[in-house]
């Protein structure tokens, strides 16, 4: 089946290390996007990408970094720089960025923990 | 900037319909208004989307008012599988067509 699959699932990350997390989409979508959700609040973007080889900070980049070398992967860094880590990740794409008529699918998202 | 507002929660009584407003009164003439759902510790899913006319599929339906500054979301017959956070959220030209997702509402259903 067409999807998003984000790993790990669950991950903890001790002070200082960087982490990276896994998002790869067989969708054929041009667009990928990295949110952070802290609980009971909403999305936030980190980052996306628009097309392979290209992307842009979103609202809170500071302490992350990204890759779109492929199509269909689109890997975020948490670097030791992000000092307040813990949260919700979500990966997801869309067909076109710039599209308003076009869904946009997520992964069941990856839980970071710092210890 | 496009922005949305919804009340942060709502109850319901299960198998009674829900409607679930959001207000968008700084909309573009060429923006789809889009509803997600979230479930606990999952990545939101699709709801439904629509332009201008009102719109129905399995899952909901959308009502866009006539100057699309707001629409509602009706799921018909709640269960408590529908207990959610829900998204109303529209595209914003001037942040470079990012999506704006605000708080939601929780959606609460009781038995």
């Known amino acids: 089946d067409g999807g998003i699959t984000q790993s790990p699932k669950y991950l903890f990350r001790k002070e200082g290390q960087n982490v990276t997390l896994s998002c790869e989409q067989n969708?054929?979508?041009?667009?990928m996007y990295w949110y952070r959700q802290d609980p009971g609040q909403g999305l936030r973007l980190i980052y996306y990408?628009?097309?392979?080889?290209?992307?842009q900070k979103g609202d809170i980049a500071e302490g992350y970094s990204v890759s779109r070398e492929k199509k269909e992967s689109f890997p975020l860094t948490v670097t030791s720089a992000q000092k307040n880590p813990t949260a919700f990740y979500l990966c997801?794409?869309?067909?076109?960025?710039?599209?308003?008529?076009?869904?946009?699918?997520f992964g069941e998202g990856s839980w970071l923990t710092v210890v | 900037d496009a922005k949305t507002t919804q009340p942060n929660s709502m109850e319901s009584n299960e198998e009674e319909p829900v409607h679930l407003p959001c207000n968008h009164s700084?909309?573009?003439?060429?923006?789809?208004i889009h509803w997600y759902r979230q479930l606990p510790s999952q990545g939101p899913e699709y709801v439904i989307h629509?332009?201008?006319?009102?719109v129905n599929n399995r899952m909901a339906s959308l009502a866009i008012a006539e100057d699309r500054k707001s629409s509602t979301l009706i799921l018909h017959r709640a269960t408590l599988r529908d207990a959610a956070v829900y998204y109303c959220?529209?595209?914003?030209?001037?942040?470079?067509?990012?999506?704006?997702w605000g708080a939601g509402t929780k959606l609460i259903i009781k038995p």
């Open positions: 959220i529209l595209r914003d030209v001037d942040s470079n067509y990012q999506l704006i």
């Open positions: 969708l054929n979508h041009d667009a």
């Open positions: 990408s628009q097309i392979v080889n290209d992307f």
């Open positions: 997801a794409s869309k067909r076109g960025h710039r599209s308003s008529g076009n869904t946009i699918y």
């Open positions: 629509g332009l201008t006319s009102n």
């Open positions: 700084t909309i573009s003439g060429t923006d789809y």
